[in-house]
Structures are given as C-alpha cells and as structure tokens.
C-alpha cells in the first residue's frame, strides 16, 4: 500500500532521513511543514493518507492541533517523539488522536510496521466512534419515543401500549421512522 504521507518536522536532516525511509517503502511525502498550528489546514489542503510528527515532544499547542485535527480532518498520525517522555504526555497524545506514539525517535528500518500499526489502529477507533455515534443516535430515538408516549398517555387519556401502536401506526402510514414521527407528535402536542 503505497500512502501520501504529510510530515510535519522542523528539523532539515531528520526530514531527509524520514523521506528516504518512507520513499524506500513506496510511500510519498506530499507535503512537509515545520508549522503545526496549521496541521489542519495542511491536512485539509492536501488529503494525506497519514500525518507523520517528528519532534523532541509534544507540547501544549501542538496536542491543541493533533486535537483539532482529529475531529475535523481525522487521518491516522504516528508521533516519532525524541525525548523519552511519561506516560502523561504520552496518554496526552493518543487522546489528543495519535494512533502510534515511538518515544525513541525514528529508525527507518521500522517505519513499516510502525504505518501499518497506527492505520490498524486508527481503523479500529474508527469504527468505535461510529458504533458509539449509531448508539447514541437510537438512544435519543428511543428518548424522544417515550416522550411522544408520556404526550399521547397524558392527552388521549390512554395506556403506553395504545400510545406506541399510535406512534407505530402514524410511522407505517406516513413512511417515516419512529422516532422521526414522535417528534412531530411532539411537537404538535407540546403547542397544545
């Protein structure tokens, strides 16, 4: 798998070496840059299959743009970090969206397996946060349902198992999902 890679280092002779390593693996640097309160922009900008950080550590801001980056361009990013760091910095970067975080600097000889790890990595998280997303998603459904229900008990004077064939039956009559029609039942009885 051959990746478009945007690295973000400051330092000219680690930016060689890094590109040699990744051109060796057939990969393609598509955009280097030492600014990293822009890394969203960049990311944005030019597509990267993933982002690659080299620096001594992790510092405030730039956890704030790996951060920003991750909720709005999300990319897998490996951090090749220098300086041996705690596990503070280190839990602060992975929460920060780092997918692979190498405290021994980078040795060109592992950069392969350290790309696949953070994309299986990366990959993994992502379909959490999709599945979490579903099921918040069919909790607020759920939400909004039983409140049409308690609406409809209050003001047809019935039992919640007359209240849901309501809302079952104006679902399947109009073409329209549960909790979509339980809003507008909402809506229409909160007025009232």
Known sequence: MNLRVLLVDGDAQRIRQLTLALHQQGHRVICHTADIASLNQQVAKEQPDIVIIDMDSPDRDTLESMAMMSRENPRPIVFFAEQQNDHQTMAAA???????????????????????????????????????????GQLA????????????????????????????????????????????????????
């Not at 696949?116 to 990959?123: G, R, V």
């Open 94 to 136: 992975i929460n920060a969206g780092v997918s692979a975080y190498i405290a021994d600097g980078v040795q060109p000889d592992r950069v392969t397996a350290i790309i696949d790890t953070a994309i299986a990595h990366f990959s993994a998280h992502a379909a959490l946060r999709e599945e979490l997303a579903e099921i918040k």
């Open 141 to 192: 459904g759920r939400k909004v349902v039983e409140q049409a229900k308690g609406l409809l008990m209050k003001h047809q004077g019935c039992d919640e198992a007359a209240a849901f064939k309501t809302l079952r039956k104006l679902a399947m009559d109009r073409g329209q999902k549960l909790p979509d029609v339980a809003a507008s039942v909402i809506d229409i009885l909160k007025t009232t």
